[in-house]
């Protein structure tokens, strides 16, 4: 019964440990995708539009849980003047998170690694 129940617990774990891991690849990739949307907007190109998305994304990781990639991107498009509406940037924001789930998706199957452990084999 003790074996039983420490199996459980372990499936749970590896549960919650692939889960997070998930939603802190979903965000980083949310992330890369609205700034890079964002930075041809702006009128970036190449180079800088590389380092805007990478300064994104470590600002999400800096700050999970906060919508602090959007307003960054609300502030910088305002003095470059990129006209377009408050409402079609946050819906950008909210369309790349479905977008970095669905590329998630067709990659997490070979996701599991040697730092994962399959339960029940």
Do not use: N
């Not at 498009?77 to 998170?97: H, T, Y």
């Not at 590329?103 to 996701?111: H, S």
């Amino acid at each position: 019964m003790t074996d039983t129940l420490r199996e459980i617990e372990k499936g749970h774990e590896a549960k919650y440990k692939l889960d997070e891991e998930l939603h802190f690849k979903a965000r980083c990739r949310r992330a890369k995708l609205f700034s890079l949307w964002a930075a041809e907007r702006m009128r970036m190109t190449g180079d800088e539009a590389q380092q805007y998305a990478k300064r994104m994304v470590q600002l999400s990781i800096e700050q999970p849980g906060t919508d602090a990639v959007l307003q960054t991107v609300l502030a910088d498009m305002q003095p470059r003047d990129a006209g377009i509406p408050e409402p079609e940037v946050v819906s950008a924001f909210a369309g790349c998170l479905a977008v970095a789930l669905e590329q998630l998706a067709e990659e997490f199957p070979t996701a599991l690694d040697t730092d994962h452990v399959r339960v029940g084999d």
